[in-house]
Structures are given as structure tokens and as C-alpha cells.
């Protein structure tokens, strides 16, 4: 079993819709979890991240963790024909390596 | 405030051609790593290096070799090129420790093996 797994989608939306992005994985050492975006040929960029579970908000979107069932979620409310790229979660460990393991990436198209 | 540059954007190679692709950073971060991106496969991490003077192998280190030149720059090196190293390169570097293990990435080198 892969430590992160992804849906890579492609997902497909028309704009204003409320948009579902998941990872779950395997090891429970994981204690940070992340969420980058990238645009087409473009380098990942950070977009939210997390130490704990439970929701973090910010604008219009919601980064939910569930240590208990090892399930993280991306959430974008109205989303925006800007938001189309690539997300990738991304989880680590905290002290020793500092190596993150990241997901496949789900590519996101929002429709105008 | 460059961030994080790669050189170079773009490169085209024979199997069995050598090249380096160079990375810095100018955030003074400790930690610097190289990923290659696949379709289907997300990032994998090559190699990374804690601190100056430090590298470990990551996920797919086989055909690679880098070099921790000094805090800001970290190559990597293909010593006999094959069509399997096809792939986007990404170099990143975070600056280590709490609160934040943020990486930031450099806009990627694009590498062909013919």
C-alpha cells in the first residue's frame, strides 16, 4: 500500500461549484499535512497546511484532517476558472527528516 | 528576492550524454531537495540535503549523484543519461524546523533522453 494515495481525477466543475479534493494514508507517525497547487508548467506552490485535525479555513477554502480514519480533505467553496491546476496533498513528519511524501495530485478544471 | 532558480529551463540529452542541473536558493534555508515529476506518479523525491555539508538519498536515487556545493546551491547530476530519466526536475529547499516544514519549489527543468 502506497503511504499517500490520491485520486487523480481529472475533475471537472463548472464555476461556484463547491469542490472535494482527498488523500488518506497509511502511517500514523504523519502529524503535518499540506495541500499545494500547481499550475500548469509551473513549480507546486503552498497553499494551506495543518498540524492537527480538525477544519482550517482560509478564504475560500477548508483544509480538513482526520488522524482517526487517516483521511485529509481539500475543500474550495465558489470555485473560479483561476483555481484550475493541479493539487497535490503532501504529509510529513515532525522532527527527524523532514521529507514530505506527497500524492499523485488531482487536476482540477473549473468551467466558466 | 529570486526564490528558488534552476538552471536550465529546458535541455535535450543522447543516452549516455552527462549534465547537471543547478539549483539556488537565496532564503538562506538550510534544506534542499530534488524531486522528478512522471505523469502518473506524482513527486518523488531524488536526493536531499539537511544542511550544507549533508546529502541523503530519497525515494529514486539511482542514476543521480548531487552535490551540496554551499548553503545556497545544490546540483544534480546525471552521469549517463537514459530514456527513463525523462521527466521534470524540481529543486526545493525549506528552512528546517518548526513551525512551518514549508518547501518552496523553483520553476522546474524540463529534460528529454533520446
Known amino acids: 500500500q502506497k503511504e499517500v494515495e490520491q485520486d487523480p481525477g481529472p475533475l471537472s466543475v463548472p464555476e461556484g461549484a463547491i469542490v472535494s479534493l482527498n488523500c488518506t494514508y497509511s502511517?500514523?507517525?504523519?502529524?503535518?499535512f499540506m495541500w499545494y497547487r500547481q499550475y500548469s508548467r509551473k513549480g507546486p506552490e503552498l497553499l494551506m497546511y495543518t498540524y492537527s485535525s480538525g477544519n482550517k479555513e482560509d478564504g475560500r477554502f477548508t483544509a480538513q484532517v482526520d488522524k482517526s480514519s487517516k483521511y485529509i480533505s481539500l475543500f474550495i467553496r465558489d470555485s473560479q476558472p483561476s483555481d484550475s491546476a493541479t493539487y497535490l496533498c503532501?504529509?510529513?513528519?515532525?522532527?527527524?527528516?523532514?521529507?514530505?511524501?506527497f500524492g499523485k495530485g488531482t487536476k482540477l478544471t473549473v468551467n466558466p | 528576492n529570486a526564490g528558488v532558480t534552476q538552471t536550465p529551463k529546458f535541455q535535450v540529452l543522447k543516452t549516455g550524454q552527462s549534465m547537471t542541473l543547478q539549483c539556488a536558493q537565496d532564503m538562506n534555508h538550510n534544506s534542499m531537495y530534488w524531486y522528478r515529476q512522471d505523469p502518473g506518479m506524482g513527486l518523488r523525491l531524488i536526493y536531499y540535503s539537511a544542511s550544507e555539508g549533508t546529502t541523503d538519498k530519497g525515494e529514486v536515487p539511482n542514476g543521480y549523484n548531487v552535490s551540496r556545493l554551499n548553503k545556497r546551491e545544490f546540483s544534480l547530476r546525471l552521469e549517463s543519461a537514459a530514456p527513463s530519466q525523462t521527466s521534470v526536475y524540481f529543486c526545493?529547499?525549506?528552512?528546517?524546523?518548526?513551525?512551518?516544514?514549508?518547501?518552496?519549489f523553483g520553476p522546474g527543468t524540463r529534460l528529454t533522453v533520446t
Open positions: 503532501a504529509i510529513g513528519t515532525q522532527g527527524g527528516s523532514e521529507k514530505l511524501v
Open positions: 502511517n500514523s507517525a504523519f502529524q503535518y
Open positions: 526545493a529547499s525549506s528552512e528546517g524546523g518548526r513551525p512551518t516544514y514549508e518547501q518552496y
